[in-house]
């Protein structure tokens, strides 16, 4: 099992940034694919970025591309999540989450969920 726990979120105007962290413990973390999903108020949840624990080439959707980073730091076992350039239609709840095996973009791939953590962005 892999126990996943989100901070860095807040209040920031449009064109700010933020960085988002998922401190990863319990199984071996390099077995999994590591990735950022978010919920915008009223919506779905939705795929942002992907990336393996192990390194590799990152996924993410388009609507964040260019502006958001994903990273890992294998020492502290921590993902991150760089946002620049944000706009308030990033505004959502952001959880983190490990999928086995493989760096994929389906929520269905991903066991392991971080319970979240709001990130607002005012105009």
């Known amino acids: 099992q892999v126990h996943l726990v989100e901070s860095g979120g807040g209040l920031v105007q449009a064109g700010g940034s933020l960085r988002l962290s998922c401190a990863a413990s319990?199984?071996?973390?390099?077995?999994?694919?590591l990735g950022w999903f978010r919920q915008p108020p009223g919506k779905e949840r939705e795929f942002v970025a992907a990336?393996?624990?192990?390194?590799?080439?990152?996924l993410y959707s388009d609507s964040v591309k260019g502006r958001f980073t994903i990273s890992r730091d294998v020492l502290k076992n921590t993902l991150y999540l760089q946002m620049n350039s944000l706009k308030p239609e990033d505004t959502a709840v952001y959880c983190c989450?490990?999928?086995?095996?493989?760096?994929?973009?389906?929520?269905?791939?991903?066991?392991?969920w971080g319970q979240g953590t709001q990130v607002t962005v005012s105009s």
């Open positions: 989450a490990a999928a086995p095996f493989s760096t994929t973009s389906a929520n269905k791939d991903y066991v392991y």
């Open positions: 319990g199984q071996t973390a390099s077995r999994y694919g």
């Open positions: 990336t393996a624990w192990s390194g590799g080439d990152a």
